[in-house]
């Protein structure tokens, strides 16, 4: 599974708290989308039933409203809660285009609003959602990247910036994920140079990642099928230093000694890792773990 499955429904609570109605309670609703006829009514009405399906979980029924709220009354404060409720909902549905629409046209209609920061973290949520499995193109990783990083950047301390870098971790875990998928077949396809520019990436660029260890052993691999014992020797000491504990240690170490090699460090069995190598556990998201309550 990639890293979409991880905790789905998650920043939103914060939103609902800061834009339902006090004193907005949910009633029984039916069953089916309700196709609303045009009728000019309450602003008040209209946006407590939208949040009384909202409540219901009837999202298709929720939009309706809160974009007849719209409609009716398309100046109103009631209009900006209304698009962001939209997002809510949209976001809920799967329906990520529509939200990711809904909060463009609420960062150009709001960009000062106090919610503009939760209309740019549901963009990059929808693309982090979207995400796949590595054996498949990553534009959405890619994306979600970019505007995860946009979150960071304009609203560095914000709740959503916080859970915009924990998610920039799993993104990083993906492209190095699929950097390793790619030069794990260019080694099988025996085009060890090409891989080699694969692996060198992954160490490199994302060498915060699980993936380090991996990578550095199929540079020993790799450089070892192209007879260049040199860097493969170096390549292992780099993997011994900072994870002499790690599975991928011990494969090196006796991949070397099979070469007549002999590696300084021997594999620690007790999985220790080196004094600098970078702490790859990742940290679940404190935000993910609260449930949308309005």
Request: contains cysteine; charged residues 25%.
């Amino acid at each position: 599974m990639s890293v979409v499955g991880l905790l789905k429904k998650s920043a939103i609570v914060v939103l609902l708290a800061s834009v339902s109605v006090a004193g907005l309670t949910a009633c029984a609703g039916k069953p089916k989308t309700e196709h609303l006829v045009y009728e000019e009514r309450p602003v008040e009405l209209l946006y407590e039933t939208g949040m009384q399906k909202l409540d219901q979980k009837s999202w298709s029924d929720a939009i309706s409203y809160f974009e007849e709220v719209q409609r009716q009354h398309p100046y109103s404060e009631w209009s900006r809660r209304a698009i962001v409720m939209i997002i809510y909902a949209n976001y809920q549905s799967d329906k990520y285009v529509e939200a990711t629409a809904a909060s463009d046209q609420f960062i150009k209609l709001y960009p000062g609003s106090e919610l503009t920061p939760y209309a740019y973290y549901m963009k990059a949520i929808c693309s982090f959602e979207q995400i796949v499995d590595v054996g498949r193109d990553q534009a959405y990783t890619d994306s979600a990247k970019a505007l995860l990083n946009d979150v960071v950047r304009r609203y560095p301390t914000t709740e959503y910036a916080k859970d915009a870098r924990v998610k920039l971790d799993m993104v990083q875990d993906q492209l190095a994920g699929k950097e390793m998928d790619v030069g794990r077949w260019y080694l099988n396809d025996n085009q060890p140079l090409a891989a080699i520019g694969r692996f060198k990436t992954v160490a490199s660029d994302y060498q915060t990642t699980s993936h380090t260890p991996e990578a550095l052993y199929r540079l020993v691999e790799a450089n070892e099928m192209m007879g260049l014992h040199e860097e493969a020797t170096r390549d292992a000491a780099v993997l011994g230093y900072n994870y002499p504990g790690d599975r991928w240690y011990s494969a090196a170490y006796k991949l070397m000694t099979e070469k007549g090699e002999k590696p300084a460090i021997k594999p620690d069995p007790n999985g220790k890792k080196g004094p600098e190598a970078p702490d790859t556990k990742k940290k679940k998201s404190w935000f993910s773990l609260k449930k949308p309550q309005a």
